[in-house]
């Protein structure tokens, strides 16, 4: 009798309603995994700022224990972080050359090479002068020299630089995140 009941049943599912049921699933779905994806890259643009931030709080750690430099012993400059403009990676280095000229001499100077996350770049170089207005910059050395530490942030080869912000993105720049350092050496992260 059962059995006689679900054969005579004609309430069911149409195969046009199902296909409705699944379409509606996919979408959502796409859409979640979407808006997830753009969450992420936010948060690697947010980590990788803090990890920018701490390495630079390292080189002053470094400056400040007179870290020696492999087997040359402590560098006459300190110890300082070198980027470019649109670049996957930073350098953190020993500033070696007598007397300190305070930015990175690559070769010989290099301690460690630091890639950003995948996806991810050095947006924007912007540093101020004493009184005067900012200025964007390709080439940025931030380095911290003893016993104080002193700050010497150059763009290029001029080191009269009071505040630099380093702006971190994805591709798009639609994530972004910055780090800022002044010459007394204080880091913001924004």
Sequence with gaps: MLIKKIKNNKEAFTLLEIMVAIGIMVILSSAMFLGNRAMNTGRNVNMSAYRLASEIRKMQSFTLNL??????????????????????????????????????????????????????????????KSGSTNSTTNKLSLSFEPPDPQTWICDGSDCSQEVVEIELSDYREMSKASVIINKFGLIDVK
């Design 67 to 128: 870290q020696n430099y492999k087997t040359s012993g402590y560098p006459d400059g300190g110890w300082g972080i070198s980027m470019q403009k649109d670049d996957l990676a930073y350098t953190t280095y020993a500033d070696v050359v007598s007397p300190a000229n305070h930015v990175f001499d690559s070769g010989t100077e290099e301690l460690q090479e630091i890639k950003l996350p995948r996806g991810l770049k050095i947006n924007n170089i912007n540093v101020t």
